[in-house]
């Protein structure tokens, strides 16, 4: 089995794939997007429709090439972020050790990264433009907790008292 630290640079080596990923099907996207768009422009030229249409229909090839790496680039960062979790103990006890291990800059690449893998994507123009809307909102709404999967509304281990559990890491600070 990996140790922490393997796992953890992993981890964070994969976030900057899952990144790249999104960027790329994201101009893709756009591209398929914007030139479906000027297509449907009426009164335009037959040529003109056509080119755009060829533009588009190019750009939806390409996002799906690329939308099969990206999901198996998710899937294996997900893959990762489970035995990481499970190799610090606890979600705690990950959170903690991982903020600590990593600058501010890789923090929030690796925050970034995980509201893509919490949104789920999908291999056409719309479909991506869509779920990249969820993963902005929840980039803008914050995140609880900076590695996938991290629970940090549960119970640390061996609280056993009827107390409601706190809804972020501050709570338990």
Excluded at 60 to 77: I, T, W
Aim: with cysteine; net charge negative; proline share 2%.
């Amino acid at each position: 089995m990996e140790s922490t630290e393997d796992l953890r640079q992993t981890y964070v080596a994969q976030c900057a794939r899952v990144m790249a990923g999104a960027e790329e099907c994201l101009g893709y996207a756009e591209d398929a997007a914007s030139n479906r768009a000027q297509a449907g422009v009426r009164p335009q030229h037959e040529i003109s429709i056509d080119h755009f249409t060829k533009l588009a229909e190019e750009a939806e090839s390409n996002l799906a090439s690329s939308y099969s790496l990206f999901a198996d680039l998710c899937a294996s960062a997900r893959e990762t972020a489970k035995y990481l979790l499970a190799s610090y103990g606890n979600h705690f006890k990950g959170e903690f050790g991982f903020t600590s291990a990593e600058s501010e800059e890789v923090l929030v690449q690796v925050a970034t990264a995980k509201c893509i893998l919490s949104t789920n994507f999908g291999s056409t123009a719309d479909e991506f433009l869509r779920g990249l809307g969820e993963a902005n909102a929840m980039i803008g709404a914050g995140v609880d907790g900076i590695i996938y999967g991290i629970d940090l509304t549960m119970k640390p281990e061996g609280n056993s008292s009827g107390e409601e559990s706190p809804r972020g890491a501050r709570d338990w600070l």
